[in-house]
């Protein structure tokens, strides 16, 4: 299973902690590699590049967005964390490449920071997620 992962260069404190549990579960997972790993400027990118990633060659089986948006003076966050949401959903639907959400959007650094270990590892979740959903489409189409 051929991986790519996307990861924001904001807030880079938190998404290079992604990062590395992602790569941590892909290296987990038998059989699976990581074969680009693509550094965005911000979570607001993310949607795009997987787009970009799903025209790539090879094609990845799945792709992992790993981000962080966190709460500011205004509601800047929100609407960006729900344009990376759709945009996501957009980008794997339209290609039916599975992608893995791992954009955390939270009130704090300190709660951010939290969602990147134990149980709360958005970065694996979203590997394992998109690991899952490739192995799924794998076994229902192939």
Avoid: W
Wanted: aromatic share 2%; glycine share 8%; proline share 4%.
């Amino acid at each position: 299973m051929r991986l790519a992962i996307i990861v924001s260069t904001f807030n880079k404190k938190i998404t290079g902690r992604l990062l590395n549990s992602a790569i941590t579960a892909v290296k987990k997972h038998k059989g699976a590699v990581v074969g680009h790993i693509v550094h965005v400027p911000g979570s607001f990118e993310l949607p795009m590049a997987a787009k970009m990633l799903t025209a790539s060659r090879p094609k990845p089986d799945a792709i992992i967005c790993l981000g962080v948006i966190i709460q500011g003076e205004t509601d800047q966050n929100t609407y960006i964390a729900n344009a990376c949401a759709l945009g996501i959903q957009k980008a794997q639907l339209d290609t039916g490449i599975p992608i893995g959400f791992g954009i955390i959007s939270a009130d704090s650094e300190k709660l951010a920071l939290a969602r990147t270990k134990g149980e709360l590892d958005r970065g694996r979740e979203a590997a394992e997620a998109a690991m899952a959903m490739a192995e799924l489409k794998k076994k229902l189409i192939s």
